[in-house]
Every structure is written in structure tokens, then in C-alpha cells.
């Protein structure tokens, strides 16, 4: 007889306040998997899915205008 298992899985959405984005390109510069991009003077988040949740691009932007919040989701196995 086999247990089902739950699986824990953490995502991560990438927030930028346009508004308080001065265009440095700190945040697209340290982004190693390319979730960040510049379009015209702001940062944008263009890969979302990839994000690895280091937080590097919120810890270094200088103007706060980046949050990395966790998601997290269940799912049920039944082996």
C-alpha cells in the first residue's frame, strides 16, 4: 500500500516599482538567469518562471524599487 506525499514547490514573483526605477541596470547586471530586462530607461521582469529567488537585484537596487516575494504551492502525489 502506497501513501500519497504532498511536494512543496516555491516560486517567486519579481515586483518593480516603475515609479522609483531611476534605469541604473544594477538589478539586469547581477540577474544571472535573465529574468530582468531594460526596456527604455526602466527595468522590466521578462522571464518570471526562471527566477531563482537569490534576491540579489533587491538587496542591490539602490532606489528599493525591487521586491522578491515567495510563493508557495502544494501538490499531491499518489505514487
Known sequence: ???SKTVRATSYEVKIRREWCKGCELCVEVCKPRVLEMEGIYAVVVNPDVCT????????CPDFAIVVTD?????STDP
Open 1 to 3: 500500500m502506497s501513501e
Open 71 to 75: 510563493i508557495e504551492s502544494e501538490a
Open 53 to 60: 529567488g537569490c534576491r540579489l537585484c533587491e538587496l542591490l
